[in-house]
């Protein structure tokens, strides 16, 4: 069965720092892997997505991941992060093509300190 | 601007009573999701369905059940509420195809007394 852990359940960073919020997974076979935000009260909202080809993926609000297979990892990484950016991120993965169902991980909540 | 919408944000259920969450979207999506997230747990997996009328047990289907009558809405009904139930909602939609992932809605606080 596919499954997904986020070690981090909160993570605090200052503005400005930069970020990396850590994600493993457990799948049988090529995994589609997701990254998602949260904010407060919201529905959730994917950052970026990895199917194949180059391992490092580029998404929204200066974010991107770096699928390792070996690792068995997708962290999510930001340069320079933003008072904004503060939020629940979910890390998921599944089968892709033909069968969308996800497998969620239980989330890392992020505070961003002045 | 394509969007999943769900029809209440906030809702406050005695135990025992019935409840209809729904869930509409204007994207022509194949596939719709029902997940309850609850602190800690991340999201779990209520039901899905692929076609209209087809539905599909997820990872915590007891005390749920769902409607898909037309392709464009999704249901989820909790036939008799109880108070661990209280959870966030939440209905997504996805094309199928090429895994392009979910759109999700708003989500649906529901509280059980």
């Known amino acids: 069965a596919q499954s997904v852990t986020q070690p981090d359940i909160h993570i605090t960073v200052s503005e400005g720092a930069s970020l990396e919020l850590r994600c493993n997974y457990s799948?049988?076979?090529?995994?589609?892997l997701f990254w998602y935000v949260q904010s407060p009260g919201q529905g959730l909202q994917l950052l970026l997505k990895?199917?194949?080809?180059?391992?490092l993926v580029q998404g929204i609000k200066g974010f991107e991941a770096e699928f390792k297979r070996s690792q068995s990892s997708f962290n999510l990484r930001k340069a320079s992060v933003h008072w904004s950016d503060a939020a629940e991120y979910f890390c998921?993965?599944?089968?892709?093509?033909?069968?969308?169902?996800?497998?969620f991980g239980t989330g890392t909540r992020l505070t961003i300190i002045p | 601007d394509v969007k999943v919408t769900q029809s209440s944000r906030y809702l406050v259920k005695r135990t025992g009573e019935k409840v209809f969450l729904e869930c509409v979207q204007d994207?022509?999506?194949?596939?719709m999701f029902w997940y309850r997230q609850d602190p800690g747990l991340g999201l779990r997996l209520i039901y899905f369905s692929y076609d209209v009328k087809m539905k599909e047990k997820g990872d915590i289907p007891e005390g749920y059940s769902v409607s898909r009558e037309k392709k464009e809405r999704f249901s989820l009904i909790l036939e008799s509420a109880s108070t661990n139930q209280t959870s966030m909602y939440l209905c997504?939609?996805?094309?199928?195809?090429?895994?392009?992932?979910?759109?999700f809605g708003s989500g649906t606080r529901l509280t059980v007394v």
């Open positions: 799948y049988g076979a090529t995994p589609y």
């Open positions: 997504a939609s996805s094309s199928g195809g090429q895994g392009g992932g979910y759109t």
């Open positions: 994207m022509d999506h194949e596939n």
């Open positions: 998921a993965v599944g089968p892709g093509f033909g069968n969308e169902k996800l497998t």
């Open positions: 990895y199917f194949s080809g180059d391992t």
